[in-house]
């Protein structure tokens, strides 16, 4: 039997697997509900957006996919497998788990240890997960360099002889050593110049491009969120007043607190303009 050539309509895009998946996700802080009832997917290479204002409960999100916090209720499923909610995990576990999930927060001076060179940074990420030769361990940490817009004399530099922009590209070179699928953004942007932060998210679009990686992005900034993503959720007192494509959301705002949010945009006359994202 001959097989038949399938006809061009009826090949189809792959369906893309869900690397995150969120059901019913819930924090409370003593009588405080800080998270009450977030479900929400992330397939591989998408880029969502997490947006609300100060308090909505996006940071407890965040940690709750990073295993920092444990949820009251809900299910968390990581790249197929879910996660339990025990509290102690042994370090072999939490090494695999880091290489699904990464994160990278507002403030990288915080974040990174001020005495450590820039490439002992990368490399002590590098040789946590992956037995490299010392040699190989080292060019693969310039060449990680290389991906976020640093060079190589940035290697032997410590944080305070970088700037803001820099650092941030650091954490960010240190989040891909580990080349996790999903890469958490938490407020990543909101602590640089506006120049700077159209740098940065060239920069994670232009990743975005190469690697198969998936983005949450934690912003309170509607604007900023529309370079970066497909789809967005919107936050208010914990819980999710409102989701969709980004593009929507900022076009047609339908929760008076969304409305609120895309007030703060800038305008009038300001026009939604993106860089084309990939598919
Ligand atoms: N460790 C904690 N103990 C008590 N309350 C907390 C704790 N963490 C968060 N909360 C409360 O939970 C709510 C949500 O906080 P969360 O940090 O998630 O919001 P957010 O949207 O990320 O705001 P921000 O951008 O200011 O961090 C807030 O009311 C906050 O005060």
């Not at 405080?32 to 997490?50: K, M, Q, W």
């Not at 999930?101 to 490399?123: H, M, T």
């Not at 060019?139 to 976020?148: G, I, P, Q, T, Y």
């Amino acid at each position: 039997m001959v097989n038949q050539p399938l006809e061009k309509e009826h090949v189809t895009e792959p369906v893309k697997e869900n690397v995150l998946e969120a059901v019913g996700l819930r924090k409370t802080y003593g009588e405080a509900v800080a998270v009450d009832d977030v479900s929400f997917t992330l397939a591989a290479g998408e880029s969502l957006a997490v947006v609300g204002e100060s308090g909505s409960g996006k940071t407890t999100v965040a940690r709750m996919l990073l295993g920092l916090e444990k949820p009251d209720a809900g299910t968390l499923t990581v790249c197929g497998r879910e996660r339990p909610a025990a509290r102690r995990v042994a370090s072999r576990e939490r090494r695999r788990r880091a290489r699904e999930i990464q994160i990278v927060f507002q403030d990288p001076y915080a974040s990174l240890d001020r005495l450590q060179k820039v490439g002992d940074v990368i490399e002590t990420a590098l040789a946590l997960h992956f037995p490299l030769p010392a040699e190989e361990r080292r060019s693969r940490a310039a060449e990680l360099l290389e991906s976020v817009g640093l060079a190589e004399r940035h290697l032997t530099m410590r944080p305070a002889q970088l700037s803001g922009g820099q650092r941030q590209r650091v954490a960010i070179a240190r989040a891909l050593a580990v080349e996790p699928r999903v890469l958490v953004l938490d407020e990543a942007v909101a602590a640089l110049d506006v120049s700077i932060q159209a740098q940065i998210l060239n920069l994670l679009a232009d990743i975005r491009e190469q690697r198969d990686i998936a983005y949450v992005f934690i912003s309170h900034d509607l604007a900023v969120v529309h370079q970066i993503s497909d789809r967005a959720l919107v936050m208010c007192g914990g819980k999710v007043v409102e989701e969709g494509p980004t593009d929507r959301i900022l076009a047609a705002p339908q929760e008076p607190y969304t409305r609120q949010l895309r007030a703060a945009v800038p305008g009038p006359g300001w026009t939604p303009s993106r860089r084309p994202q990939p598919a």
